[in-house]
């Protein structure tokens, strides 16, 4: 499955891209929401995102928000929200969508 991994930290890139490349994902990387945008816009884009939601242009939520905006009668693309930000995944956000999960960065320590 293609898949496209949005983190404006090389090394969370790195990371993350070589462990979906282990487990046989195509892996396409991207270290900005706008970069990211470019790359879903195209007609092959991939199926599955994971998104970091603090990035330097458009934030994660943004992209999400484009995503769905332009995919809403189309291919759909699965998306995984990564942050760094503690208690994110139950924090409530004006107007969130009832589709958004948000997940921890795998790479965060929070001990």
Known sequence: ??????DDSAVY???IGDHL???????TLAE??????RILEQADAPKLVLLDWVLP???GIEVC????QARSSGTYIYIMLLTGKRGAS???MPCKPEWMTI???????WN
């Open 1 to 6: 499955m293609r898949t496209l991994v949005v």
């Open 13 to 15: 890139r790195k990371l």
């Open 21 to 27: 490349r282990s487990w046989g994902f195509e892996v």
């Open 32 to 37: 900005s929401g706008a970069e990211a945008w």
């Open 57 to 59: 242009d458009l934030d």
């Open 65 to 68: 928000q484009q995503i769905r």
């Open 90 to 92: 139950t924090c409530s």
């Open 103 to 109: 997940w921890p960065n795998p790479s965060t320590n």
